[in-house]
């Protein structure tokens, strides 16, 4: 019997499991407010983490060796695969970027994660064998549809082979060991920020979390790291499944600009098909 992989994203009472350690090492010139933080252990590997810090201010969590390793979200779930010693830690700045203060928490994972492979888990990394599965951009039209909002894709609907060369031979693959993934780009990806020229990039070998009812109606979440992409470098890299399949994925997330932030209004919903 298949056991399923879940991350609970639960809406409870967040309770400190214990005193964090305040690390100065960090402040630099300027006032920058006071960190705080809350954490939850909701199994032996999984912890809900939360920013009580009060004010207006820039926010980045770092989880060396968590899923995901990074985050700007206010409240957030992480999961640690391997046994071992953790810190986490939250930097905080003033708006405007100045001054820089942290707080760690370090925890311990006493044991390793079962990793049991669900259903889904099975389709999108190729039946969890160790090669895993590649998804890359359908060559129909709407590949690329972006709106406004959730469920309007009016402002654009890529045509039938209306992407560049360049997209159409991405990869984009996941293993289900580690929960691996890797954005195989052949070297070079399409920046909508310099007129969607095509240039050099690398974006190296990361991980993902798959998060089953976390997303918009309850849909599954595929969660990677802040600074990678699946499919275009403006999307989000939270992404709700719209369906999932042995041949076909559809994922919607936000745009954002080159810093990350996501943007106040714009949604993408993009269609990828096994490799």
């Not at 052949?186 to 991980?207: E, R």
């Not at 699946?230 to 745009?255: F, S, W, Y």
Request: with cysteine; glycine share 10%.
């Amino acid at each position: 019997m298949k056991h399923r992989f879940y991350i609970l994203l639960a809406l409870i009472t967040v309770i400190t499991a214990c005193e964090p350690v305040r690390d100065d090492e960090y402040n630099l010139n300027g006032e920058a407010p006071k960190p705080s933080i809350e954490v939850t252990a909701i199994d032996g590997n999984t912890f809900i983490v939360k920013d009580n810090t009060p004010g207006s201010f820039q926010r980045l969590w770092s989880f060396p060796g968590g899923l995901p390793a990074n985050s700007t979200a206010a409240v957030d779930t992480i999961f640690y695969p391997k046994k071992g010693s953790y810190t986490m830690s939250l930097f905080v700045s003033q708006s405007d970027g100045s001054g820089t203060t942290s707080i760690s928490k370090k925890i311990e994972i006493n044991e390793n994660a079962a990793q049991g492979c669900s259903d889904k888990l099975s389709l999108l990394t190729g039946e969890c064998f160790p090669q895993g599965r590649c998804w890359t951009f359908t060559r129909e039209a709407g590949a690329v549809k972006v709106g406004p909002t959730y469920d309007d894709y009016s402002w654009y609907t890529a045509p039938a082979g209306g992407l560049q060369d360049a997209q159409y031979d991405d990869g984009f693959c996941f293993k289900f060991d580690d929960f691996v993934y890797q954005n195989k780009n052949n070297g070079a990806s399409v920046n909508p920020w310099d007129g969607y020229k095509v240039q050099p990039l690398d974006p190296g070998i990361a991980t993902f979390l798959f998060s089953e009812g976390t997303g918009t109606g309850g849909r599954d979440q595929i969660i990677i790291p802040d600074d990678q992409f699946m499919g275009v470098m403006d999307a989000d890299n939270i992404m709700d499944v719209v369906q999932l399949t042995e041949t076909k994925l559809v994922v919607r997330m936000r745009l954002r600009a080159a810093n990350g932030v996501p943007a106040a209004e714009g949604w993408f919903e993009l269609t990828f098909v096994r490799q």
